[in-house]
Nanobody, 127 residues
Framework: QVQLVESGGGLVQAGGSLRLSCAASGRTFGGYDYWHMGWFRQAPGKEREFVAV????????YYTDSVKGRFIISRDNAENTVYLQMNSLEPEDTAVYYC?????????????????WGQGTQVTVSA
């Protein structure tokens, strides 16, 4: 059973940066070629949407178009933690951000393909 805990959210002005962390426990991901860690977000009144994903072993990444060039997903094997560095933040990035774990050989952008979820962390970007 994987447990995920996000942290690092907060209030920031447009143009600013935040780094989100997602600490995983319950198992280690190193040596497993089938783990992917994703970030999703849900803005008020909207559906939860995919943001970014990283394949744990290879470090390969994929981003939704709206965050390409601004957000960076990374992982620390030793700390069993995945990060989302968010730069040049815009008010449209305001949302609750969730990390999620997927056990599968390929990355996915649908939340139904992820097996475990964190509780979410609020990110608010003021204009």
């Amino acid at each position: 059973q994987v447990q995920l805990v996000e942290s690092g959210g907060g209030l920031v002005q447009a143009g600013g940066s935040l780094r989100l962390s997602c600490a995983a426990s319950g198992r280690t991901f190193g040596g497993y070629d089938y783990w992917h860690m994703g970030w999703f977000r849900q803005a008020p009144g909207k559906e939860r949407e995919f943001v970014a994903v990283i394949k744990w072993n290879s470090g390969n990444t994929y981003y939704t178009d709206s965050v390409k060039g601004r957000f960076i997903i990374s992982r620390d094997n030793a700390e069993n933690t995945v990060y989302l560095q968010m730069n040049s933040l815009e008010p449209e990035d305001t949302a609750v951000y969730y990390c999620a774990a997927r056990f599968g050989s390929t990355w996915r952008i649908s939340e139904s393909d992820y097996n475990a979820w964190g509780q979410g962390t609020q990110v608010t970007v003021s204009a």
